[in-house]
Protein backbone atom coordinates (compact mmCIF):
# COMPACT_ATOMS: atom_id res chain seq x y z
CA UNK A 1 0.00 0.00 0.00
CA UNK A 2 1.52 3.59 -0.75
CA UNK A 3 -0.02 6.76 0.61
CA UNK A 4 0.87 10.28 -0.95
CA UNK A 5 0.70 13.30 1.61
CA UNK A 6 1.96 16.92 2.03
CA UNK A 7 0.16 18.43 -0.63
CA UNK A 8 -1.83 21.76 -0.13
CA UNK A 9 -2.20 25.19 -1.21
CA UNK A 10 0.87 27.34 -2.25
CA UNK A 11 2.36 30.59 -3.65
CA UNK A 12 4.54 30.65 -6.42
CA UNK A 13 8.15 30.54 -5.64
CA UNK A 14 7.36 29.03 -2.19
CA UNK A 15 7.73 25.17 -1.64
CA UNK A 16 6.26 21.78 -0.57
CA UNK A 17 7.42 18.64 1.04
CA UNK A 18 5.56 15.70 -0.20
CA UNK A 19 6.07 12.29 1.39
CA UNK A 20 5.04 8.85 0.38
CA UNK A 21 4.36 6.29 2.90
CA UNK A 22 5.03 2.38 1.90
CA UNK A 23 3.49 -1.18 3.92
CA UNK A 24 2.61 -4.10 3.26
CA UNK A 25 5.74 -4.83 0.52
CA UNK A 26 9.67 -5.13 0.64
CA UNK A 27 8.98 -1.64 -0.80
CA UNK A 28 13.16 -1.14 -0.01
CA UNK A 29 13.59 -3.20 -3.00
CA UNK A 30 11.36 -1.27 -5.48
CA UNK A 31 12.38 1.42 -7.35
CA UNK A 32 9.69 4.30 -7.37
CA UNK A 33 8.31 7.48 -8.58
CA UNK A 34 6.48 9.85 -8.78
CA UNK A 35 3.85 11.45 -11.22
CA UNK A 36 1.49 14.29 -11.26
CA UNK A 37 -1.79 14.74 -12.80
CA UNK A 38 -3.42 18.18 -13.59
CA UNK A 39 -7.19 19.00 -14.32
CA UNK A 40 -8.18 18.12 -17.81
CA UNK A 41 -4.25 16.39 -18.78
CA UNK A 42 -3.25 13.03 -19.00
CA UNK A 43 -1.30 11.68 -16.15
CA UNK A 44 2.74 12.38 -16.43
CA UNK A 45 5.85 11.40 -15.13
CA UNK A 46 7.56 13.58 -12.71
CA UNK A 47 10.57 11.98 -11.32
CA UNK A 48 11.85 8.36 -10.21
CA UNK A 49 14.27 6.65 -7.59
CA UNK A 50 16.48 3.71 -8.18
CA UNK A 51 15.86 0.73 -5.03
CA UNK A 52 19.05 2.30 -3.46
CA UNK A 53 18.73 5.92 -3.95
CA UNK A 54 21.63 6.08 -5.77
CA UNK A 55 19.85 6.95 -8.90
CA UNK A 56 17.67 9.53 -9.72
CA UNK A 57 15.79 10.87 -13.17
CA UNK A 58 13.52 13.62 -13.52
CA UNK A 59 11.31 15.27 -15.86
CA UNK A 60 12.49 18.38 -17.75
CA UNK A 61 10.32 20.58 -16.13
CA UNK A 62 11.04 20.41 -13.15
CA UNK A 63 14.82 19.01 -13.25
CA UNK A 64 16.73 21.79 -10.97
CA UNK A 65 13.54 22.11 -8.68
CA UNK A 66 12.44 19.32 -7.35
CA UNK A 67 14.67 16.72 -5.59
CA UNK A 68 13.61 13.10 -5.17
CA UNK A 69 14.57 11.27 -2.23
CA UNK A 70 14.05 7.94 -0.07
CA UNK A 71 14.59 6.30 3.45
CA UNK A 72 14.25 2.62 2.78
CA UNK A 73 14.93 1.63 6.25
CA UNK A 74 11.35 3.50 6.89
CA UNK A 75 9.93 2.78 3.55
CA UNK A 76 9.26 6.37 2.50
CA UNK A 77 10.07 8.22 -0.63
CA UNK A 78 9.93 12.19 -0.68
CA UNK A 79 9.69 15.12 -3.44
CA UNK A 80 10.95 18.23 -2.40
CA UNK A 81 9.53 21.04 -4.29
CA UNK A 82 11.30 24.39 -4.77
CA UNK A 83 10.51 27.31 -6.74
CA UNK A 84 7.01 26.36 -7.78
CA UNK A 85 5.17 27.53 -10.60
CA UNK A 86 1.21 27.20 -11.28
CA UNK A 87 1.75 24.98 -14.48
CA UNK A 88 2.97 22.68 -11.25
CA UNK A 89 -0.86 22.26 -10.03
CA UNK A 90 -1.99 19.28 -9.75
CA UNK A 91 -2.70 16.02 -8.07
CA UNK A 92 0.55 14.13 -6.96
CA UNK A 93 0.88 10.27 -7.26
CA UNK A 94 3.78 8.24 -5.52
CA UNK A 95 4.13 4.56 -7.61
CA UNK A 96 6.49 1.82 -7.29
CA UNK A 97 7.29 -0.85 -9.84
CA UNK A 98 8.41 -4.54 -8.89
CA UNK A 99 11.53 -4.86 -11.06
CA UNK A 100 15.06 -3.80 -10.27
CA UNK A 101 15.66 -1.11 -12.72
CA UNK A 102 14.04 2.42 -12.69
CA UNK A 103 11.71 3.55 -15.70
CA UNK A 104 9.52 6.55 -16.71
CA UNK A 105 6.27 5.24 -18.58
CA UNK A 106 3.41 4.94 -16.22
CA UNK A 107 2.60 1.52 -17.33
CA UNK A 108 6.19 0.41 -16.04
CA UNK A 109 4.66 1.26 -12.57
CA UNK A 110 2.32 -1.32 -10.89
CA UNK A 111 1.86 -0.54 -7.34
CA UNK A 112 -0.02 3.02 -6.91
CA UNK A 113 -1.49 5.15 -4.07
CA UNK A 114 -4.06 7.53 -3.84
CA UNK A 115 -2.56 11.27 -4.65
CA UNK A 116 -2.15 14.44 -2.66
CA UNK A 117 -2.91 17.54 -4.34
CA UNK A 118 -0.75 20.40 -4.82
CA UNK A 119 -1.85 24.22 -5.96
CA UNK A 120 0.15 26.67 -6.63
CA UNK A 121 -1.37 30.05 -6.75
CA UNK A 122 0.02 32.58 -8.82
Known amino acids: QLQAFGGGLVQAGGSLRLSCAAS????????MGWFRQAPGKEREFVAA????????TYADSVKGRFTISRDSAKNTMFLQMNSLKPEDTAVYYC?????????????????WGQGTEVTVSS
Open 95 to 111: AARTKVTMAVPISEYEL
Open 24 to 31: GRPFGLYP
Open 49 to 56: VSWSGGMK
